[in-house]
């Protein structure tokens, strides 16, 4: 009788699909979307933190344009392209942040 060493391909066809479906219940179970049935309900920690820092890009830059010009910019609109090289947008909803008459720079939809 040959001698078996390591494992045969069925062996190893069985334990990748058994870690498939792990991987695939666990993915499900952490997917707030999975759950909710509407992927754009509940953001991603990802998305979230993204709309954060885009805010935060934007707020810096008027805080910046204040600096230079001993205001705070209008709209957004001036801020580029000196200041931003592009106005960046919602990841999420790609919708206009707000930036309001405090001068605050918000998302309309996650807020800040
Ligand atoms: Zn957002």
Redesign the pocket.
Known sequence: MRQKNGFSLLELLIVVAILSAILISVTNILDVGAITGNPLAEPTDWELAT?RFNQNVVQNATEYFGIIHGRYPLNMSELYPWYLDRIPR????DIPYIYNEFHLVY?P??GR
């Open positions: 709309c919602c990841p999420v909803w998302c939809h996650h």
